[in-house]
């Protein structure tokens, strides 16, 4: 094993102010946290309706480990597959309305499954050059070809699958993750109707904040299993808990059960995550004064910037980026919001593309108004001590 050269892409990374450590949190999610006994007012979660830390999913986490213990022991096909599992995909089906659903682990495993299962050598993946990490890396584990195409550009997409007559994928977030902006898929999926494309959806910032009820894009867009038949959502974000789901027709996930290796070749969640996920699930079928909340919060967050004149990418959705470019200013903002106890998401290369380093603010439906005008005012004051011109788009 070569030191050297780690020791080298280490400095590489630091002398490019690109090196990232992970915060110590002592105390639960939630729009309050802290860290070494500093309070930070937290932007930064994906956990957009305060469900990672809801007294029904804590009680249920409690209850379900008492009946099932802490470890699941196998994967799913061995002895792992308890009873929670089979309730929390039936349950997960029936809300985005598909015939089935299968569990994994986690949102990068179910990419990483979906993918290396579908496209087998021979096909095509074309993808959005803004996908997440998670579905790139899938792509890369199949044994298909794959394609990219300019962010949600329909004319791209649409020459990319004339050209091939390959078997085809097009596989796309729903809501892109660092800006927040959700994917065109009513006409995605009209165009994958019309070169017989089969469209595979990463619903991750969706699920739980699109729509009336929060079913994701499917309800939000009115889209069927035909328009979208493999639809993929995390568990983690705004559901609050663990873990990821694929749904569709019952075939597709009778294969995944069979052939996704991240599925097959893994240890099951823990039984009491699945009824922790249940518990919010239920939380979320019953309380939609949360997604009120959420899109009342991302209104008025946008209106403070705009009176306040911060520039924010154009977002419908939890997630809203506050573009500054340069590496070394967006973590001398970082250090500054700290230190005034505002903890917000310091987004730098690789996952973002160079020169589109951010702050990457995540709403909640928790946060109060007053919380979100204080961070506001915080962003603007930082802005103008250090000197800090945001790049014009
Ligand atoms: C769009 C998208 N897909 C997949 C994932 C991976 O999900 P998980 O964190 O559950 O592994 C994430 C989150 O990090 C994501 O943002």
């Given at each position: 094993m070569s030191f050297s050269r780690m020791r080298q892409q280490l400095q590489e990374r630091a002398s490019a102010h690109l090196l990232r450590t992970p915060l110590i949190v002592d105390s639960p999610q939630d729009v309050i946290i802290r860290s070494h006994s500093q309070k930070l007012l937290n932007f930064a979660s994906n956990d957009y309706l305060g469900f990672a830390n809801h007294e029904a999913s804590i009680a249920a986490i409690k209850q379900s480990a008492d009946q099932y213990g802490v470890g699941s022991g196998a994967s799913h096909l061995i002895s792992g597959h308890q009873k929670p599992h089979a309730e929390l995909e039936s349950a997960l089906a029936e809300f985005v309305d598909r015939e089935s659903a299968i569990t994994f682990a986690s949102g990068y495993a179910a990419n990483l499954g979906l993918l290396q299962a579908l496209a087998q050598k021979g096909d095509l993946i074309i993808a959005d050059k803004l996908n997440h990490a998670s579905l790139v890396d899938g792509a890369k584990l199949s044994a298909a070809d794959s394609l990219r195409y300019p962010h949600c550009d329909l004319a791209a997409l649409e020459k990319r699958l004339k050209q091939s007559p390959a078997n085809k994928f097009v596989v796309t977030d729903s809501?892109?993750?660092?800006?927040?902006d959700i994917a065109p898929l009513k006409e995605i999926a009209r165009l994958c109707q019309k070169y017989a494309a089969t469209l595979v959806v990463d619903d991750a910032h969706g699920f739980g904040v699109l729509g009336a009820q929060g079913k994701g894009c499917t309800e939000y867009f009115q889209l069927d299993s035909q328009s979208v038949p493999v639809y993929m959502a995390t568990l983690g974000k705004a559901l609050g808990g663990y873990g990821a789901f694929v749904a569709g027709d019952q075939i597709l996930i009778d294969y995944l059960r069979q052939f996704a290796r991240t599925y097959v070749y893994t240890t099951a969640m823990p039984a009491a995550i699945a009824s922790a996920n249940m518990a919010n699930l239920n939380t979320l079928k019953s309380n939609q004064d949360k997604l009120k909340n959420l899109m009342s919060n991302m209104h008025y967050f946008r209106e403070q910037c705009r009176e306040k004149q911060i520039r924010v990418g154009l977002s419908h959705t939890a997630i809203q980026p506050i573009m500054i470019g340069d590496n070394a200013q967006l973590i001398a903002l970082d250090e500054k919001l700290k230190s005034c106890g505002v903890l917000v998401g310091a987004i730098r290369p690789p996952t973002v593309p160079k020169n589109s380093a951010r702050l990457r603010v995540t709403l909640s439906a928790s946060h109060t108004k007053e919380q979100i005008t204080r961070l506001v005012q915080i962003i603007k004051q930082s802005l103008q001590e250090l000197n800090i011109v945001q790049p014009s788009s």
């Amino acid at each position: 094993m070569s030191f050297s050269r780690m020791r080298q892409q280490l400095q590489e990374r630091a002398s490019a102010h690109l090196l990232r450590t992970p915060l110590i949190v002592d105390s639960p999610q939630d729009v309050i946290i802290r860290s070494h006994s500093q309070k930070l007012l937290n932007f930064a979660s994906n956990d957009y309706l305060g469900f990672a830390n809801h007294e029904a999913s804590i009680a249920a986490i409690k209850q379900s480990a008492d009946q099932y213990g802490v470890g699941s022991g196998a994967s799913h096909l061995i002895s792992g597959h308890q009873k929670p599992h089979a309730e929390l995909e039936s349950a997960l089906a029936e809300f985005v309305d598909r015939e089935s659903a299968i569990t994994f682990a986690s949102g990068y495993a179910a990419n990483l499954g979906l993918l290396q299962a579908l496209a087998q050598k021979g096909d095509l993946i074309i993808a959005d050059k803004l996908n997440h990490a998670s579905l790139v890396d899938g792509a890369k584990l199949s044994a298909a070809d794959s394609l990219r195409y300019p962010h949600c550009d329909l004319a791209a997409l649409e020459k990319r699958l004339k050209q091939s007559p390959a078997n085809k994928f097009v596989v796309t977030d729903s809501v892109f993750s660092m800006d927040g902006d959700i994917a065109p898929l009513k006409e995605i999926a009209r165009l994958c109707q019309k070169y017989a494309a089969t469209l595979v959806v990463d619903d991750a910032h969706g699920f739980g904040v699109l729509g009336a009820q929060g079913k994701g894009c499917t309800e939000y867009f009115q889209l069927d299993s035909q328009s979208v038949p493999v639809y993929m959502a995390t568990l983690g974000k705004a559901l609050g808990g663990y873990g990821a789901f694929v749904a569709g027709d019952q075939i597709l996930i009778d294969y995944l059960r069979q052939f996704a290796r991240t599925y097959v070749y893994t240890t099951a969640m823990p039984a009491a995550i699945a009824s922790a996920n249940m518990a919010n699930l239920n939380t979320l079928k019953s309380n939609q004064d949360k997604l009120k909340n959420l899109m009342s919060n991302m209104h008025y967050f946008r209106e403070q910037c705009r009176e306040k004149q911060i520039r924010v990418g154009l977002s419908h959705t939890a997630i809203q980026p506050i573009m500054i470019g340069d590496n070394a200013q967006l973590i001398a903002l970082d250090e500054k919001l700290k230190s005034c106890g505002v903890l917000v998401g310091a987004i730098r290369p690789p996952t973002v593309p160079k020169n589109s380093a951010r702050l990457r603010v995540t709403l909640s439906a928790s946060h109060t108004k007053e919380q979100i005008t204080r961070l506001v005012q915080i962003i603007k004051q930082s802005l103008q001590e250090l000197n800090i011109v945001q790049p014009s788009s």
